[in-house]
């Protein structure tokens, strides 16, 4: 590795991330410091965010900018921005959630997890990229176990555990056989090296019938569809987001998510949205039954929590439908991903708002439907940010979900008469695919319809109370706006994601070395392709 | 005056909204301050709405042709200027009315804040939620009237639902959650197949359209695109389909019509009276906007099959109403039977059959408004909708009983009131649609007319049943009696002659006098239909020969006898086209679409 300085540079907002959680862990033991935990973890995601932007004008141009281990796109800079804004309403939306003594522990797990985010969007090595998933899981089980005294949080997180690591295992034997088939752990070579990368023999014209290949994509998908949460490794999902508190199952929906659906991004980039016909129709399966199943599940859910945990399952299906268009849905996937995990985030926001009594004296986020009864006539503010954020999740005007939906099947529709890597018998089922998605938003729209109902004509519900905490009020305030925000001004996050796609196609059109506009550009001296220098 | 007249629509669409928002914010408000906020509110945007109509013929009277529509606004709202490549998306805040639009506006904004007016003793909990809510809903509905951009009409198309679902749910009668939850997930999950609907016309507006890539919902760029014949046959007939599911669960059409007799039951009187004249018209105005012109070819195929699901829901719903005791629920089950009068003038092609479509919206609004509103004020003095238990009224209430006799009139269709107009409108468009468009029988004729004509009679029947046990006979009254709580007096209050009588007024006045409000309609109704004439022209004979041009002129302005016969006030010529060269066709088009068909 001859540039280390330039690897680091490129790693900054990471290593601000990873260095301050390290800090905070430190300060958690003392008693008095250990009250701050929470700002300054905000402080490190702030200055992450100044990294992460500086770091993104000064190789605006160099797309891509590649060094053994990394590769720097305007992708990366989409996620890191999208998970430090997110990850920021995810610290505060658990200020109160940790014991005194643990704080330190709880919010420096939340930093390392959002490290992991970006760098699974910035690898350039499956070992990496397996290395980086797993930064984003290990802490979440961690916090799962110290966000509750209580046996199903325990529970929750040796469930949880146990059926990641085996995802995990699955996903590193799906690369194992990636690594047989290529003969290296690059994923892409920079132009001019002249190494071998994965790409090479992903992207060929009839990778997917060298079984080995096969093989290893099916694996990986298997260990992302956990990830994920997708139908059939979704079965931990209800379980886990009631083990947990509130707040951190409302991060739950969106950091594995997130991290999930842009590894699925890298890896689909690299065979170039080549899907053939077996695992385009794998992938169409998949988002068909994952919406399916996820809201009829959800459907017969009493408790909140697990409604929106199927539910979460149900929004991964959307996105999948998204993926299954292939490189024409990625703007929509990322436009939604962001947009769920603010709504979501704010739905478990309200939950954790709303407090019932509960053993002890001591109260208890709201988690059945009943126990939200009439909340919205208690704590009209409250209500009207759940309602909110709800709607949104239902796909309804007036918030950004609307959108969410739309630019999803709209991709999917865009794709519909074939075209691309599609024949016109995918196009065909694009369609069919696009009338299951609204089928299952209007099933959706039952069981979201059954929360606004509790909430507004119900007469409230004995000894609610709502919590004093205001770090929490206001992210739930700011979640709902934001879920309003993205309704008004959907263009502007549309055209950010844009960006990003754009970075991610060009990058492998131009490392296919196919005459595209890109590489036109770089002919130009638009684009520096920089060689690795060693 | 002329930033006035160039938001006024946006100004009629927002008022109410601002004025909900204001009544949300200011939680001390009284009950007494908050009525006269709502419907101080709501006047206001009646008051712009008549000021809008009158810019509107202002407009229309110096330049006829310019444009189809008035008052237009436009304003970029998602993307359009994006070149990264990829297919952006354009949608635009763009409003506009025409002569379609216009009427259901005004009706809108009359009737809303009757409704209002005429909740101010039947609201008793919950006021400050329950004008806002009314006042959203307004602000939406005319939203709806008054996008020309696809995607916002479905936008407030959609919005329309929470208003509605709350104002059942918290205000309704005993089964209100189950009726608000039933409404709501029934027409949610026909307008979310609309929705792909929308979003595959944008798609094939991006492909084929002179916008390049950019997905793009401007309705004008739409009926470009379907007068060009981009859209196949196969693709008419899905997307007719898709914006069936939406309008026919709305409207409601047989067999889609289960959700109403419920939701009306359990709605507040306000509630049933905007559902009613209204909300139902939503769906009619949908077909009118977007069905007939766009997917002229699939209109045509699927006309017939639309015609017998009408006839069957006007016959179905004449006599389930006649068989119901509940009096609300007699006038929700006759909403199903007008509308199928509604659905068959309009697919029965004719300039006659649309004219009398349109005027059926506005005037099944008024009376079937009105009836609601007297069945709620009867409600609130005896608190029982049942004929069972009340009866000879006439005798105890003369001012409700003229006002209810009026109205059934108006209902039934007698001459002279408003009802008739339309009604023999639409009947004579559906027995006069079987006569040639071109050479070719048009979809519906005789055997339709007979079979709804039958349902006037039915009409007739049941209403006039109604009226005879609730006026008439002995005089009956429930055993808990007249309730005087809420002010009321035995007769009709003031307040609540000044809520019925302008809208019997109107009702006397479109069924003397409808001529004004037809010559704003027609212009616009010809182009529509012209869209749809069209395509049977270009399928059945040469158009560049005079007598295509004749017939067709003969087949859009055959029209009633005397009373109707005066020279079109539009230009006929101007929106039919030769063949050859469609003015908005792009270039690339005619290849592109040669191997669909």
Request: proline share 4%.
């Amino acid at each position: 590795m001859s540039n280390p300085s330039l690897m680091l540079e490129l790693l900054a907002p990471e290593l601000i991330l990873v260095v301050g959680a390290s800090i905070i862990l430190l300060l958690g033991l003392s008693r008095t410091l250990g009250h701050v935990s929470m700002w300054l973890g905000l402080v490190y995601v702030a200055g992450a965010a100044f990294a992460a932007y500086r770091l993104a004008e000064q190789y605006a141009g160099a797309n891509p900018l590649i060094v053994p281990a990394l590769n720097h796109s305007p992708l990366v800079f989409y996620v890191r921005l999208v998970t430090l804004a997110v990850g920021a309403l995810i610290l505060l939306v658990n200020r109160h959630v940790p014991e005194d003594e643990e704080r330190g522990e709880f919010f420096a797990l939340i930093l390392f997890s959002l490290s992991g985010i970006s760098l699974v969007s910035i690898a350039n090595n499956l070992i990496l990229l397996f290395l980086a998933l797993e930064l984003v899981s290990v802490p979440t089980y961690i916090l799962i176990g110290l966000s509750r005294r209580d046996i199903r949080a325990q529970e929750a997180t040796g469930k949880y555990f146990f059926l990641g690591a085996f995802a995990a295992a699955m996903m590193l034997y799906g690369f194992s056989f990636l690594y047989g088939a290529a003969g290296t752990m690059t994923m892409y070579a920079a132009p001019l090296s002249g190494k071998a990368s994965i790409l090479e023999v992903l992207s060929a014209a009839d990778a997917l019938r060298d079984p080995l290949v096969l093989i290893g994509l099916l694996l990986t998908l298997g260990g992302l569809a956990f990830k994920i949460a997708a139908v059939p490794l979704h079965f931990y999902v209800a379980d886990v987001y009631q083990g947990a508190a509130s707040p951190v199952s409302g991060m739950l929906g969106f950091v594995p998510k997130f991290a999930g659906f842009v590894a699925l991004i890298q890896i689909f980039a690299l065979c170039n949205w080549q899907f053939g016909n077996a695992v385009f129709w794998l992938m169409w399966t998949l988002a068909a039954v994952t919406m399916t199943v996820g809201n009829t599940l959800a459907l017969m859910q009493h408790n909140v929590k697990r409604m929106l945990a199927y539910s979460s399952v149900a929004h991964s299906g959307y996105m999948l439908v998204a993926l299954t268009a292939g490189s024409v849905g990625l703007t929509a996937i990322l436009f939604y991903m962001t947009v769920y995990g603010v709504m979501n985030l704010g739905a478990f926001a309200a939950l954790s708002f709303f407090r019932k009594p509960g053993l002890d004296d001591q109260d208890e986020s709201a988690e059945m439907l009943d126990d939200l009864a009439g909340a919205a006539r208690r704590h009209p503010w409250a209500g009207l940010a759940l309602a909110i954020c709800v709607l949104g999740l239902m796909g309804f005007p007036l918030t950004g979900g609307l959108f969410g939906k739309f630019y999803i099947f709209s991709a999917a529709l865009s794709v519909s008469g074939g075209g691309g890597n599609l024949s016109a018998a995918h196009g065909t089922g694009m369609i069919v695919l696009v009338v299951v998605g609204v089928l299952n938003a209007a099933v959706g729209a039952a069981y979201y319809l059954r929360i606004l109902a509790t909430c507004y004509l119900r007469k409230p519900a004995a000894g609610m109370t709502s919590s004093e905490c205001r770090a929490l009020r206001w992210s739930l305030g700011l979640c709902a706006m934001l879920v309003l925000a993205a309704f008004l001004q959907p263009g502007f996050l549309f055209n950010v994601s844009q960006k990003a796609v754009s970075g991610v196609t060009q990058r492998t059109g131009l490392l296919l070395g196919k005459k595209t506009q890109a590489q036109e550009d770089a002919n130009q001296g638009k684009i520096s392709l920089r060689p690795s220098t060693d | 005056m002329s930033w006035l007249s160039d938001h006024i629509l946006s100004l009629v669409i927002f008022l109410p909204v601002v004025g909900a928002a204001i009544l949300f914010v200011f939680a001390s408000w009284d009950a007494v301050l908050v009525r006269r906020w709502a419907l101080g509110v709501s006047l206001l945007t009646l008051l712009l709405a008549v000021m809008a109509s009158v810019l509107f013929v202002q407009e229309r009277a110096q330049n006829t042709s310019k444009s189809d529509y008035c008052l237009v606004e436009k304003m970029n709202w998602v993307g359009g200027d994006d070149d990264t490549g990829a297919r952006a998306v354009k949608v635009q805040y763009k409003l506009g009315v025409d002569g379609i639009s216009l009427p259901l506006v005004v009706l809108t904004a009359f009737l809303t804040p009757l409704a209002i007016w005429g909740s101010f003793t039947g609201i008793q909990t919950r006021h400050r939620e329950y004008y806002a809510l009314m006042l959203l809903l307004l602000g939406a509905m005319l939203g709806v009237f008054c996008a020309r951009d696809l995607l916002l009409f479905y936008i407030f198309f959609e919005f329309t639902l929470i208003p509605l679902y709350f104002l059942i749910g918290i205000w309704g009668g005993s089964q209100r959650q189950k009726a608000a939850n039933m409404f709501f997930i029934y027409t949610l999950t026909g307008s979310l197949l609309t929705f792909a609907g929308v979003i595959y016309l944008g798609w094939k507006a991006s492909i084929c359209g002179a916008t390049g890539h950019v997905f793009t919902f401007d309705l004008d760029e739409l009926y470009g695109l379907a007068s060009a014949g981009a859209l196949s046959s196969t693709e008419q007939w899905w997307l007719f389909v898709a914006f069936f599911a939406g309008f026919a669960i709305k409207v409601p059409l047989f067999p889609f019509h289960t959700w109403l007799p419920l939701a009306h039951v359990e709605a507040p009187t306000a509630g049933s009276v905007i559902l009613a004249a209204i909300l139902l018209k939503l769906g009619t105005y949908g077909f009118l906007r977007l069905s007939l012109p766009m997917l002229p070819g699939a209109t045509i195929e699927l006309a017939p099959a639309i015609g017998m699901l009408a006839v069957i829901g006007i016959i179905y719903g004449a006599v389930a109403a006649w068989v119901q005791s509940d009096v609300k629920k007699l006038v929700a089950y006759s909403s199903v039977s007008h509308l199928g009068f509604c659905l068959l003038g309009m697919f029965c092609l004719k300039m006659a059959g649309l004219t009398g479509s349109l005027l059926y919206m506005i005037n099944h609004g008024l009376s079937t408004g009105a009836l609601f509103l007297i069945v709620g004020m009867i409600y609130e003095r005896y608190h029982t909708r049942e004929m069972s238990e009340i009866g000879g009224l006439a005798r105890k209430m003369p001012i409700m009983a003229f006002f209810l006799i009026v109205f059934t009139m108006s209902s039934i269709g007698l001459p002279g009131l408003n009802g008739f107009v339309s009604e023999f409108l639409v009947l004579l468009g559906t027995f006069i649609s079987a006569t040639e468009i071109n050479s070719k029988p048009g979809p519906l004729g005789i055997w339709y007319a007979v079979p709804a004509a039958s349902g006037i009679l039915l009409g007739a029947i049941y209403m006039l049943h109604m009226v005879r046990r609730v006026l008439f006979g002995p005089v009956k009254e429930p055993a808990h009696g007249f309730d005087g709580s809420a002010g009321l007096t035995q007769d009709l209050t003031k307040r609540e002659i000044g809520i019925l009588a302008p809208i019997a007024l109107c009702c006397l006045f479109l069924g003397v006098y409808p001529k004004p409000v037809m010559q704003v309609m027609e212009p616009d109704l010809a182009r529509g239909l012209n869209h749809v004439v069209w395509e049977t022209v270009a399928e059945a004979d040469d158009p560049e020969t005079t007598g295509g041009l004749d017939s067709r002129r003969a087949a859009i302005t055959d029209r009633p006898g005397e009373r109707l016969s005066r020279p079109p006030v539009y230009d006929l010529k101007e929106p039919i086209r030769p063949t050859g060269q469609p003015s908005r066709l792009p270039s690339h088009l005619a290849s592109a679409n040669g191997g669909d068909e």
